[in-house]
């Protein structure tokens, strides 16, 4: 929920989306996987490009993406792909075609190519990483679909409990909370922004690519919380699969300090998505 310095209980009941999703076996020529269009949710991810930073990548990054999955040389329409089918990951932890599965497909498609893009401009490589921020992102806003923090009695909540009560209650993709956050790291991502935060706090769900960066960049560099420890602390792609696990679960600290009953959730939804990356990154179109 992006906490920030202030002792904070849990804002929501446990989702009841959680557990492990598995993607299919591989049949044939991947003939489980959507064929690829530039239509609808694509079309708009791929319009979200723009708004997400520069795509402009040095020899270096190139070679840092080599490394990576080539996560930071797949093209626009690529990354979209890739976006699509890490939102089904999502989408299917509802019934198919249910009005949440749609949601989730659409927002969630726009979400994660935000966050993808964000986190080849911060330096974000490591799937297992990678794999948690989306996991987190989840958690937190349902993949995008849910930009505002609500559940019945957060106004009441967050009046008693919330820096600047609840008109900052949490927003974005990482539910950035309290007023001295939405200043504090507002102002970090881009200058001047944290100031406009405090005069409009809607921006920070309605701006999706401020929105992206806050998530990515203060999930990295631990900003949401005191202790100051982002994902480089918790989880890595070359633990080993019993550490990787408890550095996923250890890894809600970042957003939500304490809040025991959401670790093993975590948990499972970074290790579907780091699944799911490894078996859709090889098999990328185009």
Request: with cysteine; proline share 4%; charged share 25%.
């Amino acid at each position: 929920m992006g906490a920030g310095h202030a002792s904070k209980m849990s804002r929501k009941p446990s989702s009841p989306a959680s557990g492990v999703n598995k993607l299919p076996k591989k049949q044939g020529n991947d003939k489980f996987l959507p064929k690829p269009t530039v239509t609808g949710a694509m079309g708009g991810a791929i319009k979200a490009i723009g708004k997400s930073g520069n795509q402009n990548h040095s020899s270096e990054q190139k070679q840092a993406g080599n490394k990576f999955g080539e996560l930071l040389i797949l093209s626009d329409r690529q990354m979209a792909w890739l976006a699509g089918q890490l939102a089904l990951v999502s989408a299917r932890r509802y019934p198919e075609g249910s009005k949440e599965y749609r949601a989730v497909l659409s927002q969630g498609t726009i979400a994660i190519l935000i966050l993808l893009n964000e986190c080849r401009n911060y330096g974000v490589f490591d799937l297992a990483q990678i794999a948690c921020l989306l996991g987190s992102v989840e958690i937190e806003s349902q993949m995008g679909v849910v930009m505002y923090e609500d559940w019945p009695g957060v106004y009441e909540y967050a009046e008693a409990n919330y820096d600047g009560g609840y008109e900052f209650r949490g927003r974005g993709y990482a539910q950035l909370t309290g007023k001295a956050n939405y200043q504090r790291i507002g102002n970090i991502v881009e200058p001047g922004r944290g100031d406009e935060l405090l005069r409009n706090p809607n921006i920070a769900a309605e701006d999706k690519a401020l929105a992206g960066k806050i998530a990515v960049l203060g999930m990295r560099d631990g900003l949401f919380t005191q202790s100051g420890r982002g994902l480089n602390s918790y989880v890595n792609e070359d633990m080993t699969a019993q550490q990787r696990r408890a550095g996923f679960a250890n890894a809600r600290e970042i957003l939500n300090p304490g809040e025991e009953h959401k670790k093993e959730e975590l948990a499972n939804r970074s290790e579907a998505f780091l699944q799911a990356l490894k078996y859709l990154l090889p098999r990328v179109p185009w």
